[in-house]
């Protein structure tokens, strides 16, 4: 659904934590996450299920993941 988000918080070295935001940015888009082989793959995808932009991240550096839905009430 439009405006779904995810947050992932990554250790980049160090004391360092980077952070990175995938958004449904059109109508009908939502955000997945899967997690293969010590890899998170967080992906921006269409109502057919066709990966639109995708980020991936090794699981070992990944501390936070945040979903922040969208209310489902809302309209647009």
Not at 4 to 12: L, P, T
Not at 38 to 55: F, Q, Y
Request: proline share 3%.
């Amino acid at each position: 659904m439009k405006g779904d988000r995810v947050e992932i918080v990554v250790e980049s070295g160090g004391e360092t934590l980077r952070t990175y935001d995938v958004v449904a940015t059109k109508a009908g888009r939502r955000v997945e996450i899967s997690n293969r082989r010590g890899v998170i793959e967080v992906s921006e995808v269409t109502r057919t299920g066709t990966p639109v932009r995708t980020a991936r991240f090794m699981a070992s550096r990944v501390v936070a993941l945040v979903e922040h839905p969208v209310d489902g009430d809302a309209e647009d």
